[in-house]
């Protein structure tokens, strides 16, 4: 049984995200829901659960408030917000769970699934301050990122990728140290993480760091070879924005 605390100062998003819970097809129990983050507090610090879904806009104290007061959180979060894009961007650089108000039911049970397959159930304290760090900052050129992986997390640095590569629901990551790391994402998902970092999608399976760009082919079709030797194809849909991006390099 996963059991749930929720926290949101409006009583009909407690009421609406406790009715979700219990229409899906999930053994999920809310053991308890507060409108009021000191209310919460005490048995936040003193009971065993899971999840703790925690919204962030609070009076008294904000969900970052709430958080800050539990020295070794026992739990996972699962943050609901309404916030704007910059700040779900931030969510997304360290790999921190959202749901976005109006929560959709169908990110509701995604987010219980992806729950379910996390080796760690509490929240990762370097994960936090990551999340915390990018939330903060007034622009979006974030240095590291947050990769979650079978074993957890990896935390790396956006300039130290060279190219990403979709293989179905997942997506391998090529680093400037030959290492390769693969993630639970679609390559869909990356390419909005680390579109402010300049990265170009050349083709439906490959996102690329021009960074790390040897040359670029011009016959059969046209292709591109990295500083890591590997050769990739570009696809037609993707030609314009390559030879934009290569224009775009020789007026520099």
Known sequence: MIKAVLLDDEQHGLDSLSTQLKQLDKPIQVVASFNHPIQALPFIKSQKFDILFLDIDMPGLSGFDVLEQIAEPHFDVIFTTAYNQFAIKAFQYSAI????????????????????????????????????????????QYSKIALPTADGLEFIKASEIVRCQSDSNYTYFYLSNQEKILICRTLKEVESLLA?????????????????????????????????????????????????????????
């Open 97 to 140: 769970s959202y749901l976005l108000k109006p929560i959709d039911e169908a990110e509701l049970l995604k987010s219980i699934q992806l729950w379910e397959k996390k080796t760690s159930k509490a929240i990762d304290t370097e994960q936090y301050k990551l999340f915390l760090n990018h939330y903060h900052k007034s622009d979006t």
């Open 196 to 252: 402010f970092h300049g990265f170009v999608r050349i083709h439906q399976s490959h996102l690329i760091n021009p960074a790390y760009l040897r040359k670029f082919i011009r016959h059969d079709g046209g292709y591109v070879m990295m500083q890591d030797g590997e050769e990739i194809s570009v696809s037609k849909a993707h030609k314009d924005k390559v030879m934009a991006l290569f224009n775009q390099i020789e007026r520099k």
